[in-house]
């Protein structure tokens, strides 16, 4: 099984500012990487697929990157409406595994 | 709109049974391979269960094999999960999930709000 590590578990950041997630997985799931938010009380949301391309209807100001096995998502600058908890997921290999999460609070 | 809706859960006692259903519309149903993740209380996601557009294939997480199955209904547009030998553990609330069409792109872009399942006596 590949185990996804998101780091770090809690990010505060101010609105307006920039936040960077990580996410490492314990071998190469190639591109096959996708991002999720999450808010309270509500179902997850798909944000980016392949690593890197945003679904649809997401915003510019969410971007992800990496290869293999280290991935990275930004968001540029924060808004209210993204303080959540966003997952990372691997579907390169069953069974299928989502990283812990990361917190994402305002400072 | 393409949505979809889960019902079935509940209250069940150890070593019961549940089975979940999950409804699809807005979307041709039978041209997506579905999924089911759960989450339990303040944990994060979890992977379940994975079927096929034709049911020929199908996957399980190792943590629900041999307890739980997955199956679909295309005349009906509906997933399901049954669930036997329930535990503790498995109190979670339990989300069906589209998987793209995108060959290749087995992210989940559509989610139902989720079915709340606990066990306890």
């Known amino acids: 099984e590949i185990v996804m590590t998101q780091s770090p578990a809690t990010l505060s950041v101010s609105p307006g500012e920039r936040a960077t997630l990580s996410c490492r997985a314990s071998?190469?799931?190639?591109?096959?990487l996708a991002w999720y938010q999450q808010k309270p009380g509500q179902a997850p949301r798909l944000l980016i697929y392949g690593a890197s391309t945003r679904a649809t209807g997401i915003p510019a100001r969410f971007s992800g990157s990496g290869s293999g096995t280290e991935f990275t998502l930004t968001i540029s600058s924060l808004q209210s409406e993204d303080f959540a908890v966003y997952y990372c997921h691997q579907y390169n290999n069953w069974p299928r595994t989502f990283g812990q999460g990361t917190k994402v609070e305002i400072k | 709109e393409v949505q979809l809706v889960e019902s079935g859960g509940g209250l069940v006692q150890p070593g019961g049974s549940l089975r979940l259903s999950c409804a699809a519309s807005?979307?041709?149903?039978?041209?997506?391979?579905m999924n089911w993740v759960r989450q339990a209380p303040g944990k994060g996601l979890e992977w379940l269960s994975y079927i096929s557009r034709s049911s020929s294939t199908i996957y399980y997480a190792d943590s629900v094999k041999g307890r739980f199955t997955i199956s679909r209904d295309s005349a009906k547009n509906s997933l399901y999960l049954q669930m036997n030998s329930l535990r503790a553990e498995d109190t979670a609330v339990y989300y069906c999930?589209?998987?793209?069409?995108?060959?290749?792109?087995?992210?989940?872009?559509?989610w139902g709000q989720g079915t709340m399942v606990t066990v306890s006596s």
């Open positions: 071998q190469s799931v190639s591109s096959n």
């Open positions: 807005g979307f041709t149903f039978s041209t997506y391979s």
């Open positions: 999930a589209r998987t793209t069409v995108t060959p290749g792109v087995d992210a989940f872009d559509i």
